[in-house]
T-cell receptor, first 111, second 115 residues
Framework: DQQVKQNSPSLSVQEGRISILNCDYT??????FLWYKKYPAEGPTFLIS?????DKNEDGRFTVFLNKSAKHLSLHIVPSQPGDSAVYFC??????????FGKGTRLSVIA | EPEVTQTPSHQVTQMGQEVILRCVPI?????FYWYRQILGQKVEFLVS????????KSEIFDDQFSVERPDGSNFTLKIRSTKLEDSAMYFC?????????????FGSGTRLTVV
């Protein structure tokens, strides 16, 4: 049962352009959403999060948008840089339950 | 910056053998987790641990698995009799609070290969 879905396994974007990574969820009890970034041979690192009471959270080049009615969130990276090339995981939790992760999307930013 | 340390980085074991994966969480963190990622699959929750006991576990975490915090600094995951399908990347994580607002800090993982 995939409660958190990242339907695009990979995405290629040119340097300087916008990267948009998408995530859908099925559990309406999820009230907190996070994005993690993972480089090869490293563990996931926390990137940005959003509470269900908000529809947008911004941190520098990274913005997360939440559409609760559609059970959809997205991560925007503007402008994309080669160092952003990594696997991005969407994660969600309900209350204080452990995080549930998606399968990840591999972002390649091409110079 | 404080980090979660996992050892070994890679473990190869024969099917049926016991393995112990080790983690040193961040020292002031109180909540500990094990996740795993089978190649190409999602990062899956195994178990969470607080106050010296399991607080939650998934269906993956069956009787073959156990966790322990033997000495106040290490947090270990033991697989009693490994199966081929246990081959995966195992990530330890810790957090200061149970609240998700703080996110988790993950270690670099242990790649377990069962042959």
């Amino acid at each position: 049962d995939q409660q958190v879905k990242q339907n695009s396994p990979s995405l290629s974007v040119q340097e300087g352009r916008i990267s948009i990574l998408n995530c859908d969820y099925t559990n309406s009890m999820f009230d907190y959403f996070l994005w993690y970034k993972k480089y090869p041979a490293e563990g996931p690192t926390f990137l940005i999060s959003i509470s269900s009471i908000k529809d947008k959270n911004e941190d520098g080049r990274f913005t997360v948008f939440l559409n609760k009615s559609a059970k959809h969130l997205s991560l925007h990276i503007v402008p994309s840089q080669p160092g952003d090339s990594a696997v991005y995981f969407c994660a969600a939790s309900a209350g204080n339950t452990p995080l549930v992760f998606g399968k990840g999307t591999r972002l390649s930013v091409i110079a | 910056e404080p980090e979660v340390t996992q050892t070994p980085s890679h473990q190869v074991t024969q099917m049926g053998q016991e393995v112990i994966l080790r983690c040193v969480p961040i020292s002031n963190h109180l909540y500990f987790y094990w996740y795993r990622q089978i190649l190409g699959q999602k990062v899956e929750f195994l178990v969470s641990f607080y106050n010296n006991e399991i607080s939650e576990k998934s269906e993956i975490f069956d009787d073959q698995f156990s966790v322990e915090r033997p000495d106040g600094s290490n947090f270990t995951l033991k697989i009693r009799s490994t199966k081929l399908e246990d081959s995966a990347m195992y990530f330890c994580a810790s957090s200061e609070w149970a609240g998700k607002n703080y996110g988790y800090t993950f270690g670099s993982g242990t790649r377990l290969t069962v042959v």
